[in-house]
């Protein structure tokens, strides 16, 4: 799905998600009737009463699809593994190009504190009025905090320097068709 078909469905229980573009916390109630507007990189986009609310994939089965899976194996020394923070990063889709963060590089700067297991990340926007910035910064911290170990997730916005196209990976520049 990719954001032009609509699909009704009903959750089977209640659905966990988060307001678009404000990013606060809702519940959709079990038994009722959504429209399922978006299905991109595990992370869905429904229409609730009006409201638009994205759904993280690891909570697709209140929709009665296919949850996301995102498990990791912890480390035997008790740390975070940097590479299982960059594999969660690369699960967060922006809403409306369908590639992820890092490819489309929105991602700055991961910095990881072993000794009070907080992951700090430094990210931007494709616009700096975009204002899916809230969700996108929640959905970086619910993915990110899957990885064990991680007491905490601090995402940083940042507008310097400013996204430009140039920072995406020639794969996001294809996927696109932005590759000169």
């Known amino acids: 799905m990719t954001g032009k078909e609509r699909t009704l469905l009903t959750t089977t229980k209640d659905c966990p998600g988060r307001l678009v573009p404000v990013g606060d916390e809702v519940t959709i109630p079990s038994g009722t009737f959504v429209t399922l507007v978006q299905s991109l990189g595990g992370s869905y986009t429904v229409i609730h009463l009006g409201n638009m609310i994205r ?7 209140a929709l ?14 008790g740390k975070i593994d940097e590479q299982q923070v960059w594999e969660a990063l690369h699960t967060v889709y922006d809403p409306e190009i369908p590639v992820d963060l890092v490819n ?15 992951v700090s990340i430094d990210m931007t926007l494709t616009a700096p009025g975009c204002g899916m910035g809230p969700v996108l910064v929640s959905d970086v911290r619910v993915r990110v905090g899957r990885v064990p170990n991680v007491r905490e997730v601090r995402v940083d916005l940042v507008l310097d320097p400013p996204w430009s196209r140039e920072m995406m990976s020639e794969e996001a520049q294809l996927e696109t068709g932005m590759f000169s």
């Open 55 to 61: 759904v993280d994939g690891l909570d697709a089965d």
């Open 64 to 77: 009665g699809l296919e949850p996301v899976k995102l498990e990791f194996e912890p480390r035997p020394d």
């Open 104 to 118: 489309l590089g929105l991602i700055y700067k991961v910095d990881i504190e072993q000794d009070s297991c907080r």
